[in-house]
């Protein structure tokens, strides 16, 4: 990872945007262990992200997930997978917020 990584401490939240989707997993751990050493327990994370939804109906985020694995080697995820990519991190997903644009809010808490 390059360029400055640091991350403001004890904050009572952090918000991440089309952040997460740009690295594969191992570094997309990374950047929210991160964020969860600097965190104060309790701090709320936000990412606002495609997630992509269980069902087969045409989606926007399906595209940029091809998109994303082309250029970066990196994908969108659906809930279950930020859930895992989030637990590993310490924090605990505490909802998926559906927007009216083709993103979704991911929210944890830092555990």
Same mark, same amino acid.
């Given at each position: 990872?390059?360029?400055? &990584?640091? #991350?403001?401490?004890?904050?009572?939240? !952090?918000?991440?945007?089309?952040?997460? *989707?740009? @690295?594969?997993?191992d570094?997309a =751990?990374?950047?929210?262990?991160?964020?969860? #050493?600097?965190?104060?327990?309790?701090?709320? +994370?936000?990412? &606002?992200? $495609? #997630?992509?939804? /269980? *069902?087969?109906?045409? $989606? *926007?985020?399906? @595209? #940029?997930? +091809?998109?994303?694995?082309? =250029?970066?080697? %990196?994908?969108?995820?659906?809930?279950? /997978? !930020?859930?895992? +990519?989030?637990?590993? %991190?310490? $924090?605990? +997903?505490?909802?998926?917020?559906?927007?009216?644009?083709?993103?979704?809010?991911? /929210?944890?808490?830092?555990?």
């Amino acid at each position: 990872m390059y360029g400055d &990584c640091s #991350v403001p401490k004890r904050g009572d939240a !952090y918000v991440l945007k089309n952040v997460i *989707h740009d @690295w594969p997993e191992d570094d997309a =751990v990374r950047i929210l262990k991160n964020v969860r #050493v600097a965190a104060r327990t309790g701090a709320r +994370l936000l990412l &606002c992200e $495609f #997630v992509i939804p /269980e *069902h087969n109906r045409d $989606f *926007h985020g399906k @595209w #940029v997930d +091809l998109e994303m694995l082309v =250029v970066a080697g %990196a994908r969108e995820r659906t809930a279950a /997978e !930020y859930g895992r +990519l989030i637990d590993q %991190a310490g $924090f605990r +997903l505490n909802r998926v917020v559906d927007t009216a644009s083709p993103l979704s809010i991911v /929210e944890a808490t830092a555990v």
